[in-house]
């Protein structure tokens, strides 16, 4: 079972350099997240999706967009990298209602130079 | 404003020895309660949710409690296996995303 899978797992960007990282989910759950974890810090949401064609900012959405494609997808988007966006982003998704417990990826490790 | 902190830290163990990781938190009420385990360059995996005051779960050697204010996660015997970062997040009624806190890295030495 693939679960969640999260593309690329690393990635160097150079300031002000655009890129999109892909998540999927093949457990058929409604709801996807996009987090950022960055050392001492617990996860912080970015984004949330609570079905397809809905998204919502979580807590620190700024520098960022994304895009639910199907129920399967969910990308996040930086448009302009800064380096303050070096940081693992990790997707995740669960079952309709946000007590569900929600199944993580392996991350994306990103640097921005 | 929600807050979740554990303690300690690290944590340090001999195989064998026993021992338990503290999550406090501070939420205007309590949907849920989660904990994660995560090892290096991996992401988080689901252990428990806890929902009320005296509730427990148990897996393995895991066993986690609730309070009114806080959450336990009490290692038992702990193998090198269990070595990893363990996460906690609350859920508030009124809300649907989960606070988490920074983690508490278990090592466990044969």
């Known amino acids: 079972n693939a679960g969640v899978t999260q593309t690329p797992k690393f990635q160097v960007l150079k300031t002000g350099q655009s890129m999109t990282l892909q998540c999927a989910q093949d457990?058929?759950?409604?709801?996807m997240y996009w987090y950022r974890q960055d050392p001492g810090m617990g996860l912080r949401l970015i984004y949330y999706?609570?079905?397809?064609?809905?998204?919502d900012k979580g807590e620190v959405p700024n520098g960022y967009n994304v895009s639910r494609l199907n129920k399967r997808e969910f990308s996040l988007r930086l448009e302009s990298a800064a380096p303050s966006q070096t940081s693992v982003y990790f997707c995740?998704?669960?079952?309709?209602?946000?007590?569900?417990?929600?199944?993580f990826g392996d991350g994306t490790r990103l640097s921005i130079l | 404003e929600d807050q979740v902190t554990q303690s300690p830290e690290a944590l340090r163990l001999q195989e064998g020895e026993s021992s338990s990781l503290n999550c406090s938190y501070t939420?205007?009420?309590?949907?849920?309660l989660f904990w994660y385990r995560q090892d290096p360059g991996k992401g988080p995996e689901f252990l428990f949710t806890?929902?009320?005051a005296g509730e427990e779960k148990e897996k393995e050697r895991l066993k986690a409690t609730l309070t009114k204010k806080e959450s336990f996660l009490h290692i038992t015997a702990p193998k090198p296996e269990d070595s990893a970062t363990y996460l906690c997040?609350?859920?508030?009624?009124?809300?649907?995303?989960?606070?988490f806190g920074a983690g508490t890295t278990v090592t466990v030495r044969a």
């Open positions: 997040a609350v859920l508030p009624i009124n809300d649907y995303k989960l606070s």
């Open positions: 939420v205007s009420g309590l949907r849920g």
């Open positions: 995740a998704s669960s079952e309709a209602g946000s007590y569900q417990p929600q199944h």
């Open positions: 806890l929902y009320s």
């Open positions: 457990m058929n759950h409604n709801s």
């Open positions: 999706s609570a079905s397809e064609g809905t998204t």
